[in-house]
Each structure stands twice: as C-alpha cells, then as structure tokens.
C-alpha cells in the first residue's frame, strides 16, 4: 500500500468530474489492496468500482463469505493524519450479496503494508 499512501499525501483536486490524479490513485490502490488481501485470504471474486472520489465494491472468499469495502472520499481526508504505520481508511463489513449495501457491522482497517496479518475479516 506504500504508492497509495504516497497519492493520498499528495492530495486532490476537487472537481465535479474525475480527474487524472483520482483515475491513477483507483489503479494503484486496487491493484495493491488485490495483493495485499490475497496474501493472507483465498480470494474468488473481486470487483471494485470508482465513485465521486471513492472507491467502493464487495470481494468474496474462496469460502463463499462476502465482504462490502469503501474508501471515504480521499478529497477530505486529513492528509496530515498519514503516518508511514497507514491510516484507518478503509471500511469492511460482511454482505450477503454483491448488492447487499447495508450488510454487517462497520469494521475499519488501517491501510499499511501486510495490512490483513493481524487484522480478522469478520464472520
């Protein structure tokens, strides 16, 4: 997660439409959070999709449980608050299906390098 938290720290512009800076950041953070959560857990289905300065979207593991996961909108996030440890970025919670938007309980993870080895996907 090391580039992603390098886009984070250089910021944003706010726009009404998407910018370079935001298609770059979705590219790298699902292509490093894909192997960062693959490290640790079988994973079957993957589908991440870009909102309005979000990225949001459901993975399913290799035993059938599905997960809800979502970015806050990184154009106000306090940038300051990015540490080299990561930074609790990252909303995760259980889902019954890839349309299940309520799903579980909020569970937020710090966005690091191994983010996922003492960090336990809910049941």
Known sequence: MKKTLQLLRGGFESSS????EFNEFFKVFVSEFKRELKK???????????????ISGFFRLEDD?????????????????IS??????????????????????????????DMFKNYQLPK
């Open 65 to 81: 449980r599905i997960f809800y996961v979502s970015t806050w909108d990184v154009r106000y996030f306090q940038f300051s608050d």
């Open 84 to 113: 080299n440890t990561g930074v609790n970025f990252l909303l995760i919670r259980t889902a019954k299906s890839f349309t299940d938007f309520h799903g579980g309980s909020n569970n937020y993870i710090k966005m690091a390098k």
């Open 17 to 20: 439409h998407g910018t370079p």
């Open 40 to 54: 640790y857990y079988k994973v079957k289905d993957f589908h991440l999709s870009k909102g309005h300065f979000y």
